[in-house]
């Protein structure tokens, strides 16, 4: 027991085990604080673990000590938010045998791998920022139709921040109003369009020369009324 207890402590990845109840048999002190600190629960061993879980997450891990249960080792990759702060972990469950031979209990170990899925998010966005210009280049090196080119500048800006809507204003000739020459899902019986400056997010951008970020276009007053 001496020598478990100073294995399981020895890693920084989070270790537990449970028995057919669901009471926690041991644990280690990585995911003792990582608990506290999520739920405010100070896990001992004795406690039924799944009470110390939010309704909403109680069934979903009796369902992954189940599977264990019933001989099955498995992982899995779960999400959550502690504090404001996201974390991702990789679950493996393994089924822990009796000297009978019967399921008696579930070992849990838990490696936090947000880093590694940040890292592999920001790789992705990268690849999805190059392939953006490598289209965008390779449009203006053809010499493809304008309105050609802004459908595929368009499509991809709405993809990179992972939306289906978007457009593009032009400035007329005038230089007094701006046109939608291009717009896609909501926007896209939108074209043709006329905005004058300061009219709308486009005519705002475009009289102050500065970006602009609105959390609730429905309902904001600015909007315009197409």
Not at 9 to 36: G, H, K
Request: a negative charge.
């Amino acid at each position: 027991e001496v020598n478990l207890s100073a294995l399981i402590e020895s890693t920084p990845d989070m270790v537990w085990s449970v028995n057919r109840e669901y009471c926690i048999l041991t644990i280690n002190t990585a995911f003792r604080q990582m608990f506290a600190a999520a739920y405010g629960v100070e896990l001992q061993p004795g406690m039924c673990i799944l009470d110390r879980l939010p309704e909403d997450e109680r069934e979903q891990w009796k369902d992954l000590y189940d599977v264990a249960l019933g001989g099955d080792r498995h992982s899995a990759e779960l999400a959550y938010n502690i504090r404001g702060m996201k974390l991702v972990v990789d679950v493996s469950l393994m089924p822990i045998r009796s000297s009978e031979g019967r399921n008696a209990g579930v070992s849990v170990f838990s490696r936090d791998i947000t880093e590694r899925r940040q890292a592999e998010d920001l790789l992705r966005r990268q690849k999805e920022y190059l392939t953006a210009l490598t289209e965008t280049t390779v449009g203006l090196i053809r010499r493809l139709e304008l309105t050609e080119l802004l459908h595929t500048i368009t499509n991809r800006a709405a993809a990179l921040v992972g939306t289906s809507h978007g457009y593009i204003y032009l400035l007329d000739d005038d230089e007094e109003t701006m046109t939608l020459q291009v717009g896609i899902g909501a926007q896209s019986g939108h074209v043709g369009y006329h905005i004058q400056p300061g009219e709308g997010m486009a005519g705002k951008v475009w009289l102050t020369g500065e970006p602009l970020v609105i959390e609730d276009y429905n309902s904001w007053i600015g909007k315009v009324q197409a």
